[in-house]
């Protein structure tokens, strides 16, 4: 019990300094910070950025934002309100390539007879090319018009007026003028072909085909090879367009290289469409960053966001001192981006190739034996109208030195002793007579 006395009471500042302790000590250090620097990227921002994505737009602050109004005016109506058009104009072709535009309003005001005045004038659109000057080839030519304009009117007395001056011949061109909203004698839009899909990963297999006519061909004529193409070369450059029955080469006898030109025929009429064109719309997925990670790679990138997204809950929940561990999400599997592109089939090994529409074996055979032509063939090669199957069983067989003694333009005689007595050529009979 002396011990207990004898010890002194603990004064409060000494608890206050137990319990002072046991929190932990930050020294705060000024930091430095420049305002003018550019803003250090986030993680968030470097991952994007390895992975070769653009940057979410910065969301701008309230105090930026008050700025900007007070030193701005608001254009927003401005912008919305653009000038509408006039619903009258016309549409000017066969022009001459140097015109230009006051030349075009003064010559509708001088050939209108006062119809039509510069302020009926509202608009005038005129295409202009691009130079074509080579380059180191001297100044360049000043730009030209394509030949053709559309021209706005206030009135539409002064539309009609314009449309009137149609025919009119101006720098010895008559041109050509017609209502812009007009549009006979243009020609109709051809249906293109179904783009051939390769995002399934085959070589060449067309996703839908669309209806064709039964007349369509599939065969295709291709010319200007080189003498070292093959049918294999041939077939592995057309794949693209879809799928191939079969390959033809023509070659010489002796060489066995291409004559220059051959067939190829597909399965569909839409692949002979394409081949046709010169190119071949391909669909194919879009290679991105993860296709060429690791697994790790990937797992890592996938745990980065998980603590990110949790250290973005904690901030904004300050009270809350309890540290979660990081859950994985199942992230869902993004669809694989699809793009068209053109894939040209109409070069190979340099050359240009002439690749066109050519008749089937059907209607071959139509027209060379069944045709209106068939027959007159038929009486020159005095087969009468018999049919293709007599006229190979009455061909006799000519031997090979009678045919060249013939082309020479030698005389042959039946009779052995009327040659004998001549000396003139015996006719080989196609017996070899040997002696012992």
Known sequence: MASDSSSPPSSPDVKKDKTSSKKRKTDLTEIEVDVNLPEPPSKKAKRLLRKGK????????????????????????????????????????????????????????????????????????LPTAKPTSAPGAGPKNPTENRGFAYVDFATFEANVAAIALSETEWYRRKVLIKDAKS?????????????VDLTNGAKSST?????????????????????????????????????IRWVKV???????????????????????????????????????????????????DKADDGTEKQAEE??????EEKEAKPKKKAVPKEEPRVKTRKWWVNQLLGRTLKIELAEDDQTR???????????????????????????????????????????????????????????????????????E
């Open 365 to 435: 055979y139509q027209k060379r034996f069944r045709g209106k032509g068939a027959a007159q063939r038929r009486e020159q090669n005095g087969a009468g109208g018999e049919g293709v199957a007599e006229i190979k069983e009455k061909k006799v067989w000519v031997p090979m030195k009678e045919r060249r003694m013939e082309a020479k333009g030698t005389k042959f005689h039946q009779d052995i002793n009327v040659a004998r007595l001549t000396g003139a050529v015996v006719a080989p009979a196609g017996k070899k007579t040997t002696f």
């Open 183 to 195: 549009f006979e004698g243009r020609p109709e839009k051809k249906e293109e072909p179904t783009p």
């Open 54 to 125: 653009s940057l979410p737009a910065k969301p701008k602050s309230d105090d930026e934002g008050s700025n900007s109004d007070s030193d701005t005016p608001k254009t927003d109506k401005t912008k919305k309100e653009k000038k509408e058009r006039s619903p009258y104009g016309i549409w000017i072709g066969n022009l001459r390539f140097t015109v230009t535009k006051p030349e075009l309003k003064q010559w509708f005001v001088d050939n209108s007879g006062g119809t039509i005045t510069l302020d009926d004038i509202t608009r005038v659109h």
């Open 207 to 243: 996703a839908a085909t669309t209806a064709t006519p039964a007349s369509a061909s599939t065969k295709v004529f291709v010319g200007n090879l080189s003498f070292q193409v093959t049918e294999d070369d041939l077939r592995e450059h057309f794949h693209k367009c879809g799928p």
């Open 250 to 300: 023509a070659t010489f006898e002796d060489t066995g290289k291409c004559k220059g030109y051959g067939w190829v025929n597909f399965e569909t009429a839409d692949a002979a469409q394409w081949a046709v064109k010169g190119f071949v719309k391909v669909k194919e997925t879009i290679d991105t960053v993860e296709d060429f990670m690791d697994v790790d790679e990937k797992e890592e």
């Open 314 to 319: 904690k901030d904004g929940n300050d009270d």
